[in-house]
């Protein structure tokens, strides 16, 4: 069974251009997670999907961020007009269940590193 | 709200040593509580966690934490440090929707022969 699968696993952008980054959760999940970790920091939550619904993305900056999580297909978090400031690890987790239900052992993926020249 | 407060940012053992990493909570209420440890280039793997059963939970590779709600502590604890043990290690906390991870600013853990 494979793990949660993140691509690409590095991705360099010049400011100005879009970013985007792929996840596929594990087999038999239907929730995706998306957190950003900032050199020195932890992991920050950015935002928590189910298949074609957006459950919470309070952690998500108001601009230039978007994520989906198609019926079919990856969860993809897109970044536009990338910045410097958006340089860092960017990890998706899925879960079997979600929310409450879920016992909080998220299953994380090997990270996207993003620079931004 | 849930916020979790590592004490250490780097802790230094030397191989067969015990192992203590530090971490206070602050929740109005009971909260749920893990480990999570991210080695060098990867991704992150749950080590424990708590969930009001028993205070004290034993978890992956030795390690154990005990919940103390007098103290608002979670402190990761292992008898004997193995080389293989130096990671990042976060302790974290769900908040009370249970739709997110609250990650502490993590540990540094070094392990020296």
């Known amino acids: 069974n494979a793990g949660v699968m993140q691509n690409p696993r590095h991705l360099v952008r010049r400011r100005g251009q879009e970013a985007r980054l792929r996840c596929s959760p594990m087999k038999g999940h239907s929730h995706v997670y998306w957190y950003r970790q900032l050199p020195e920091e932890g992991l920050k939550f950015m935002v928590y999907?189910?298949?074609?619904?957006?459950?919470?993305e309070s952690g998500m900056p108001k601009e230039r961020f978007s994520a989906e999580f198609p019926k079919e297909g990856p969860s993809i978090l897109r970044i536009q007009q990338v910045v410097r400031g958006d340089s860092a690890a960017y990890f998706c987790?899925?879960?079997?269940?979600?929310?409450?239900?879920?016992?909080?052992?998220?299953?994380f993926g090997e990270g996207s590193r993003l620079t931004v020249l | 709200a849930q916020s979790v407060t590592q004490l250490d940012s780097h802790v230094s053992v030397s191989e067969g040593t015990p192992v203590l990493l530090r971490c206070n909570y602050s929740s109005s209420y009971s909260p749920s509580l893990f480990w999570y440890v991210q080695h060098p280039n990867k991704g992150l793997q749950l080590l424990l966690k708590?969930?009001?059963?028993?205070?004290l939970v034993k978890g992956i590779n030795g390690f154990e934490a005990e919940f103390k709600k007098s103290e608002t502590s979670f402190h990761l604890t292992k008898p004997s440090a193995h080389m293989s043990d130096a990671a990042e290690y976060f302790c974290?906390?769900?908040?009370?929707?249970?739709?997110?991870?609250?990650f502490g600013k993590g540990t540094t853990l070094s392990v020296s022969s």
């Open positions: 987790a899925s879960s079997p269940q979600g929310g409450k239900l879920n016992t909080g052992e998220l299953f």
């Open positions: 708590y969930t009001s059963a028993a205070t």
């Open positions: 999907l189910q298949k074609e619904n957006i459950i919470d």
């Open positions: 974290v906390v769900y908040n009370q929707a249970g739709t997110a991870l609250i």
